[in-house]
């Protein structure tokens, strides 16, 4: 087995798409594309997050120790395209309101959770972050949410 086959097999599981934001060491914003977030716990209220050990948002969640965690509606694709990208200003179109541990939220998103970190665990080429939620802030439910399959948006 190669890692194209295991992404191969993967892509054909349906997920929903965030974004993850964070501060970095300067307090300034950092945020990406992520579809490795789900529930841990109802009690105490936790979720995780699977951040690539190269990603600079890890870099943020580790020295701020706090992150958001931003479920996109379908009408947010653009938001994701520009948040999976690399090297362009994420932020500067990006209309965000701030959440009580200063991380950004993004404005339209169907809800977002705001997390202070309680353990960060090694996954490969990954680093597993999970989170306690401080605040969840709803936007109306009557959006669909931004789905993502077999390398497509829906």
């Not at 950092?30 to 190269?54: E, F």
């Not at 479920?71 to 947010?76: E, K, M, P, V």
């Not at 520009?82 to 179109?93: L, T, V, Y």
């Not at 665990?121 to 709803?138: A, E």
Request: net charge negative; aromatic share 6%; with cysteine.
């Amino acid at each position: 087995m190669t890692s194209d086959n295991f992404r191969n097999a993967c892509r054909q599981w349906s997920t929903g798409v965030s974004i993850v934001t964070s501060l970095d060491g300067e307090g300034l914003d950092c945020g990406l594309t992520l579809n490795s977030v789900a529930s841990v716990s109802l009690d105490p209220q936790m979720m995780l997050i699977c951040l690539d050990n190269n990603a600079g948002t890890l870099l943020g969640v580790k020295s701020s120790g706090v992150f958001s965690i931003n479920i996109l509606a379908r009408d947010q694709q653009d938001l994701a395209e520009r948040f999976a990208q690399k090297d362009n200003d994420k932020f500067g179109a990006t209309k965000v309101g701030r959440g009580e541990t200063g991380v950004a939220l993004i404005s339209g998103a169907l809800v977002a959770f705001e997390c202070s970190v309680e353990g960060i665990y090694p996954g490969g080429d990954h680093q597993i972050i999970v989170g306690s939620v401080l605040n969840i802030h709803q936007s109306d439910f009557s959006a669909k949410p931004l789905m993502y399959i077999d390398g497509k948006y829906s």
